[in-house]
């Protein structure tokens, strides 16, 4: 297992809600990724925060919003949840930015909008 | 769009048997990675080749690639009911992964 881990486990959300997911990165990592894996595909970028300045971003909507803190960990925020943003979301954390990109991912957070 | 393709989507053997799985991607590569997944949790990563090598072992696992056709593969050998999960191939472009939708793996006992 990883050092990475994300709260909470699971969340089951109304649509037009808004949602916080938490990751804590592995120690000696300074960059986190999230990404977003619907059921049954391979996981899709989200967006990076590195040094607590996003890093890069996916093709995802501006409701999808993000911060990274002095410590390293990290939140997802979604606004206005629609019934598509149900998935598993999951972050990784990685040293720096450069060099071959080896991520650790935590075991995830499994969303619900109803 | 997801840029790598995993061939097959399922498979399924039986233990001690060896597993191959595919990947195509399309554009140009520094680094291609495959992931291991259980049962919808977090990624494991398993290997990283780069793209100036052909072919790079790990324990049971053996990947190649082949940057002319834009492809890699990942053999398991002597394949354990614990091998049963999904299988991703994941390609770097700048700061980002960029992941294939996944083989299913299934090794029965």
């Known amino acids: 297992e990883t050092g990475v881990t994300q709260s909470p486990t699971h969340l089951i959300k109304t649509r037009g809600q808004q949602v916080t997911l938490r990751c804590s990165s592995q120690?000696?990592?300074?960059?986190v990724s999230w990404y977003q894996q619907a059921l049954g595909q391979g996981p899709q970028f989200i967006f990076q925060?590195?040094?607590?300045?996003?890093?890069g971003r996916g093709n995802f909507p501006p409701r999808f919003s993000g911060l990274q803190f002095p410590n390293y960990s990290s939140e997802l925020n979604v606004n206005a949840l629609e019934l598509d943003d149900s998935a598993l979301y999951l972050c990784a954390s990685s040293r720096g930015t450069g060099g071959p990109l080896e991520q650790y991912f935590g075991p995830g957070t499994r969303l619900t909008v109803t | 769009s997801q840029q790598g393709e995993e061939d097959p989507q399922a498979l399924s053997i039986q233990e001690g048997e060896n597993a191959t799985m595919n990947c195509s991607y399309k554009?140009?590569?520094?680094?291609l990675q495959w992931y291991r997944q259980n049962s919808g949790r977090g990624l494991v990563h398993l290997i990283l080749?780069?793209?100036?090598?052909r072919e790079k072992h790990s324990g049971r696992l053996r990947v190649t690639l082949d940057t002319s056709k834009k492809s890699s593969s990942l053999l398991i050998t002597a394949s354990r009911a614990a091998d049963t999960a999904s299988y991703f191939c994941a390609t770097e472009y700048g700061n980002k992964l960029v992941f294939g939708a996944g083989t299913i793996l299934r090794v029965k006992s």
């Open positions: 080749i780069r793209s100036n090598e």
């Open positions: 554009t140009s590569i520094n680094n």
């Open positions: 925060y590195y040094r607590e300045e996003e890093n």
């Open positions: 120690s000696g990592h300074n960059t």
